[in-house]
């Protein structure tokens, strides 16, 4: 499905996402073998959209605590210096810069360190909830090396390799929901 500012139909003004229904999840290859999958729990953030949709903006800001990947141990490594530092940086935020109905560009910042990304995004529709909330949904999917944030931690591997990939892609899928 390719998405373009003539079919993106979204009502203009500010949308809140819907954290319960919204996953920024990130895939790392593991032993250069395998994928690991993890994601941020807890989200907040803001879109305003602009009666040109090119126009509009997006904030958002992931709580580093909130990190999941299936294993405690993993997760707790994950918060450490090692990699995120949660104690001394707690969140990640996204502030977009430009928007052409099929690529969101913007800073991502990890650890007070910005740097630009782009997300090909998917629109996937409006709809109405059963309590006639207008809520929309999207996808956006990019790939980053997360050296270029500080997150240099790794461990070589018998037989050659590393623990942890530099490659990791984002997959987000959101729903945001239209505010009074």
């Not at 602009?50 to 958002?60: G, L, R």
Request: net charge negative.
């Amino acid at each position: 499905m390719s998405t373009s500012t003539d079919t993106i139909q979204l009502p203009t003004g500010t949308w809140a996402i819907d954290g319960s229904h919204t996953e920024v999840g990130f895939v790392a290859r593991h032993l250069m073998v395998s994928k690991v999958r993890g994601s941020f729990r807890e989200l907040s953030g803001t879109v305003e959209v602009a009666e040109d949709i090119t126009q509009s903006s997006v904030e958002v800001a992931a709580q580093i605590a909130s990190v999941e990947t299936g294993s405690a141990d993993r997760d707790a490594h994950l918060k450490s210096a090692d990699f995120f530092d949660a104690e001394q940086f707690p969140a990640m935020t996204f502030r977009s810069t430009s928007f052409d109905g099929e690529t969101l560009t913007g800073d991502l910042t990890i650890k007070d360190v910005t740097k630009p990304v782009t997300f090909d995004v998917e629109f996937g529709g409006v709809g109405q909830d059963p309590w006639g909330n207008t809520k929309a949904g999207f996808e956006a999917t990019t790939t980053v090396n997360r050296k270029d944030w500080g997150l240099t931690w790794n461990a070589a591997v018998e037989g050659g390799g590393v623990l942890v990939s530099d490659k990791i892609t984002i997959n987000i899928d959101v729903q945001l929901a239209k505010q009074a």
